[in-house]
């Protein structure tokens, strides 16, 4: 989790701890049982959200090492096919077998 996402959570929970064991001072001031509801849904909407995207960015994480291995293999393959061609002809013949290389 975001550092600022688990910040904003800590104040809003201090928030409504603070607020609800004081409503009666809390009414006085203007606040209704509505904006803390309120106040409870977007926190933990942003939990919410915040739990999704952990898990999204670890995924793409995952995605990312499989992408990155798959270029290596890859790679590793291209090198070993040109090498084999690169040891039986000589090169003259390489650009007919897609090799741009000229030693």
Known sequence: M??????????SKMLLSGVK???????DAGL????LANLETLSRRLETLSAELDKLQDEARCKSEEAHQALFDLKSQIYRVK?????????TWWSKF?????R
Request: glycine share 6%; aromatic share 8%.
């Open 32 to 35: 209704s049982e509505k904006d």
């Open 21 to 27: 064991r004081n409503m009666r001072l809390g009414r």
């Open 98 to 102: 897609g090799i741009p290389d000229k």
């Open 2 to 11: 975001y550092q600022i996402f688990k910040d904003q959570l800590e104040k």
């Open 83 to 91: 090498n084999t061609i690169k040891s039986k002809y000589d090169s």
